[in-house]
């Protein structure tokens, strides 16, 4: 498996507070990716990286930010939770920028905003 | 938009049955085409994939793939499933357009069950 964690593993917060998602990797690739997954919807792409502090926005990026100070860690945040972000989120890797390499997918985040 | 669409839903089988899983997408240009599949509480794995060349993809587990370009399809296959093929699995699309970034396009996955 691809060298990448995700932390916390579930997490139960309030409707209105901030809560940050960390995916660390130790493959040195590149892009980096967050998903998030909802029961009918398959993944849908929040924001993406492709490189230090180049990030740019998804499908579905309303509410949310995201940072990548340095290559390992891409950090996802939600500003002030809501009950419609209570999902799985999950990272993804690729090293390839070509033909839209193979991505490798971290074990993912449940979190439930109450 | 791009769109990648799995006909069904939900897929009940007995072991040793049969399986094909529907997959099409929505764009004129030119394609790479993959398949993800989730067992239960895991993340996702990749079972095959279609770059170019033969379009009879073999993958991971005996699962097979046919890529028909005239019919802007992905399905998957599989002669003789197992009881731990009980998983879903999400077709995914990537656009060859020179981007450098690889943003997949996900269908909403089918849920594959099947009895012992």
């Known amino acids: 498996d691809a060298g990448i964690t995700q932390s916390p593993r579930h997490k139960v917060t309030e409707t209105g507070t901030p809560v940050t998602l960390r995916c660390h990797q130790t493959e040195n690739h590149r892009y980096m990716y967050w998903y998030r997954q909802d029961p009918g919807h398959g993944l849908r792409l929040i924001h993406y990286s492709y490189g230090v502090k180049d990030t740019d926005k998804g499908e579905v990026s309303d509410g949310y930010s995201v940072s990548r100070s340095k290559t390992e860690d891409f950090l996802l945040t939600l500003e002030s939770a809501t009950s419609s972000q209570t999902s799985v989120y999950f990272c993804a890797i690729s090293d390839s920028d070509s033909r839209g390499g193979e991505q490798y997918f971290g074990p993912g985040t449940r979190l439930t905003v109450t | 938009a791009q769109s990648v669409s799995q006909h069904n839903h939900h897929v009940i089988l007995s072991e040793a049955a049969s399986l094909e899983l529907g997959c099409n997408y929505s764009y004129g240009g030119t394609v790479n085409l993959f398949w993800y599949v989730q067992y239960p509480g895991q993340h996702l794995q990749l079972l095959l994939k279609?770059?170019?060349?033969?379009?009879l993809v073999k993958g991971i587990k005996g699962f097979e793939a046919e890529f028909i370009k005239s019919k802007f399809s992905f399905n998957l296959r599989k002669p003789s499933v197992q009881w731990s093929d009980t998983a879903e699995y999400f077709c995914a699309v990537t656009l060859d357009r020179g981007s450098t970034l690889g943003r997949l396009y996900f269908g909403r996955g089918t849920q594959l069950t099947v009895w012992p």
């Open positions: 279609y770059f170019s060349g033969d379009p």
